[in-house]
């Protein structure tokens, strides 16, 4: 058996501009709330997610923690 990494599908990364406001979301992976100075990243199905939280998840699942939809 190999040992080979999966492929991540491309998402967005999100840089957080004065228009829209972070923080009454929560990322879904660590409960913490995403605030405008962090990476996030959005998925294409438009769940947004801290970068360093989602990106593992991906690696392993490469799906949508929120919805399962292929990311």
């Not at 294409?44 to 490469?62: A, G, R, S, V, Y």
């Amino acid at each position: 058996m190999t040992n080979s990494k999966k492929s991540v599908r491309p998402t967005r990364q999100l840089r957080p501009s004065r228009e829209r406001s972070w923080s009454l979301e929560e990322c879904s992976i660590c409960f913490d709330v995403m605030l405008r100075n962090q990476d996030l990243t959005s998925l294409p199905c438009t769940h947004n997610f801290h970068t360093d939280c989602i990106m593992p998840w991906l690696q392993e699942k490469q799906t949508c923690p929120n919805c399962r939809k292929v990311a």
